[in-house]
């Protein structure tokens, strides 16, 4: 659990997302850029960075993709992939 304290509040933060951000002409040629072999990547990323935290059995983990367009519109999304899909 990180506890961050701002001006008097208090908060936890259990839940992480890792993103993958894509710039690409469109949403879905955005999201078919990341392939297998980019998610075994980044779930790897995820994995030496959950160990770090202090309690990492309370962490929530989301893996989501944000694809930027051509037209420099952003479209987020939550819980794009889940881990063990490729393997």
């Known amino acids: 659990e990180i506890r961050l304290s701002l001006v008097g509040s208090e908060m936890c933060i259990r839940d992480s997302a890792i993103v993958e951000v894509k710039a690409r ?6 999201v078919d ?18 160990v770090r935290h202090p309690q ?3 962490l929530s983990m989301r893996y989501d993709i944000v694809a930027v367009t051509s037209a420099f519109r952003l ?3 939550a819980g794009a992939w889940q881990p063990n899909r490729y393997k």
């Open 25 to 30: 002409s469109e949403v879905t040629v955005a």
């Open 33 to 50: 850029a990341v392939q297998s072999a980019a998610w075994r990547r980044i779930e790897a990323a995820a994995d030496v960075w959950r």
């Open 56 to 58: 990492p059995e309370t």
């Open 75 to 77: 479209r987020h999304l």
